[in-house]
C-alpha cells in the first residue's frame, strides 16, 4: 500500500516560488509516475504534472512555463516548484501516483493547503 | 486544453439511483477508454471509483458504475446511501501524456 505525505509551507508571498514536497512509502519508486495536483477553494481538480523514476516529466500546458518537478529517489521523494506565484495558485496541493501502463490516480496524499498572500 | 463539463449538483433518495455526466470532446473522452471517477469528502483527498471508464477498483461496492457514449461519460450509483454524498470528479486521458478534469459535482442524498 503505497503512502504519500506532502509537505511544505503553507503561506506564500505574491510573485515568489511556491516549493512542496511529497514523501513515498510503501510502494516501489520505480512502478509509478509520481504526479502533482491541485484544488482551488470550491474548484475542481487540475493535474499539474508528473515524474518518472527516469527523470522523464511533463506539465500541464497551461502551467509548464512555472512548473518544475524533480525526484530524489535516495530519498523516496519528489518535489513541485511553482514560480511567480499569484493569489490564482491558492489551493490544495496533492501529491498522487499513476501505476506504470495505467492512466489513473490510485494513490493520493493527504492535500496540503498552499495560500498566497502578502 | 478545457476541463470537462459536470453538472454542479445533482440529489436523490435513498435507495434510489442517481447519474451524474461528464462531457468531453473527441480529443479526450471520446478519443481514448480511460475515464476515472473520484469520490471526495469535505477535506479529505479524493478516492478512486471508476477506472478505464467501467472497472471498479477492489473494495467499491457494484453499486457504483462508468460508462461511456461519445464523448460523454457516467457515472451511475444506485442504491443511494447516505454515505454517498460527497463530491465526484471525473478525468479523462487527453493524449501527450496529459489529463483533464470535470469541474466537479456535488451528490446530495434527500
Known amino acids: 500500500q503505497v503512502q504519500l505525505l506532502e509537505s511544505g509551507p503553507g503561506l506564500v508571498k505574491p510573485s515568489e516560488t511556491l516549493s512542496l514536497t511529497c514523501s513515498v512509502s510503501g510502494g516501489s519508486i520505480s512502478s509509478y509516475y509520481w504526479n502533482w495536483l491541485r484544488q482551488p477553494p470550491g474548484k475542481g481538480l487540475e493535474w499539474i504534472g508528473y515524474?518518472?523514476?527516469?527523470?522523464?516529466?511533463d506539465y500541464n500546458p497551461s502551467l509548464k512555463s512555472r512548473v518544475t518537478i524533480s525526484g530524489d529517489t535516495s530519498k523516496e521523494q519528489f518535489s513541485l516548484k511553482l514560480s511567480s506565484v499569484t493569489a490564482a495558485d491558492t489551493a490544495v496541493y496533492y501529491c498522487?501516483?499513476?501505476?506504470?501502463?495505467?492512466?489513473?490516480?490510485?494513490?493520493w496524499g493527504q492535500g496540503t493547503l498552499v495560500t498566497v498572500s502578502s | 486544453q478545457s476541463a470537462l463539463t459536470q453538472p454542479r449538483s445533482v440529489s436523490g433518495s435513498p435507495g434510489r439511483s442517481v447519474t451524474i455526466s461528464c462531457t468531453g470532446t473527441?480529443?479526450?473522452?471520446?478519443?481514448?477508454?480511460?475515464v476515472s471517477w473520484y469520490q471526495q469528502h469535505p477535506g479529505k483527498a479524493p478516492k478512486l471509483m471508476i477506472y478505464?471508464?467501467?472497472k471498479r477498483p477492489s473494495g467499491v461496492p457494484d453499486r457504483f458504475s462508468g460508462s461511456k457514449s461519445g464523448n460523454t461519460a457516467s457515472l451511475t450509483i444506485s442504491g443511494l446511501q447516505a454515505e454517498d454524498e460527497a463530491d465526484y470528479s471525473c478525468c479523462s486521458y487527453a493524449g501527450s501524456y496529459t489529463v483533464v478534469f470535470g469541474g466537479g459535482t456535488k451528490l446530495t442524498v434527500l
Open positions: 515524474i518518472h523514476y527516469s527523470g522523464s516529466t
Open positions: 498522487a501516483s499513476v501505476s506504470s501502463g495505467n492512466y489513473y490516480f490510485d494513490y
Open positions: 478505464d471508464v467501467t
Open positions: 473527441n480529443s479526450d473522452v471520446g478519443g481514448y477508454d480511460y
